[in-house]
């Protein structure tokens, strides 16, 4: 289906976002791909399993499709994190994983923290994403193991198995719990590339134990509009001032030379409810009754 490396082409034609035959609890919806600006990715990498089901197909086209300009390369017998970037040097490594983006599958993407000496409890975390495509100078991720072996920006195709991890881990555990998106990349940056959002917050809605809390600096809401929420999903931004964020952000969506006031939203979503904390650097904008509580 992609031949050897190309550039400025359409490799597959049409597209649109998966039916979800799951018990009814996942959202069916068309969705078209939008380029997560500001990332533009040169070079776009079909790894191991990025075509392996329908839905990947549908997807990988629909992103491909929306940076006609980037080179797309098969790497079908690599998996998403064996990608070889040519470079050895630590920095031009990053700076070449910051451009490419990884398309591929994540069969390990539902997860517990386990960080030892923690302050914060360690909690259920998951990755339909890897590491992330803005450019913080302070991006602790970078400095991970895992992203310094592969810093390269990655989309998972296999969503459908990660929700139903999630959902058999939720219902193990019996009771209202919490899964965050963020903790291993942006949770919103890459939004418009696949929809999800439109996906997993209706699943969260439906599911008697699931909660989602999600973690970014995007400011690219146009999924979450008009999507069904039932106050069990939690968005929360982290706001930075505009000077500080040009300087040591850059790349990132949403510059914010205020904080809010406690009724003021910095994302103009008026079917959310927003709690907003003024003295702290974080401000989030929460669904009433947050489900986790
Ligand atoms: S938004 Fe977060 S994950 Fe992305 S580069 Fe900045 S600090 Fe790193």
Not at 3 to 9: E, T
Not at 119 to 145: E, I
Not at 183 to 210: C, E, N, V, W
Request: charged share 20%; proline share 8%; net charge positive.
């Amino acid at each position: 289906m992609f031949g050897s490396d190309h550039s400025g082409s359409d490799p597959l034609g049409g597209g649109s976002d998966q039916l979800i035959p799951s018990r009814g609890i996942l959202a069916s919806r068309p969705y078209r791909s939008r380029p997560a600006l500001p990332f533009r990715p040169e070079r776009i990498v079909l790894a191991k399993g990025a075509l392996e089901c329908p839905s990947g197909q549908e997807l990988v086209h629909s992103i491909c499709t929306a940076y006609p300009r980037a080179v797309v390369s098969e790497r079908f017998d690599a998996p998403h994190n064996r990608i070889d970037l040519g470079a050895c040097d630590p920095l031009e490594l990053h700076d070449r994983g910051k451009k490419t983006l990884v398309i591929g599958v994540h069969h390990s993407a539902v997860r517990q923290s386990s960080e030892a000496g923690n302050t914060c409890p360690n909690y259920w975390h998951f990755s339909p994403y890897g590491f992330c495509p803005y450019r913080c100078h302070y991006c602790y991720l970078a400095g991970t193991r895992g992203v310094r072996f592969s810093p390269t920006v990655k989309i998972f195709v296999n969503l459908d198995e990660i929700l139903a991890e999630i959902d058999r881990v939720a219902r193990r555990l019996n009771r209202p719990t919490a899964f965050y998106l963020g903790k291993l990349q942006d949770g919103l940056a890459l939004d418009p590339l696949t929809g999800y959002s439109r996906r997993m917050i209706p699943f969260f809605a439906a599911h008697p134990f699931a909660r989602l809390a999600l973690l970014t600096k995007s400011a690219d809401v146009a999924n979450l509009l008009d999507v069904e929420h039932r106050n069990r999903t939690i968005l929360s931004w982290t706001l930075t001032p505009d000077a500080i964020a040009r300087r040591f952000a850059p790349g990132s969506g949403l510059l914010c030379a205020w904080i809010p006031s406690s009724t003021a939203s910095p994302i103009p979503i008026s079917s959310w409810t927003v709690s907003s904390r003024p003295h702290e650097i974080a401000a989030s904008a929460a669904f009433q009754q947050a489900s986790c509580s």
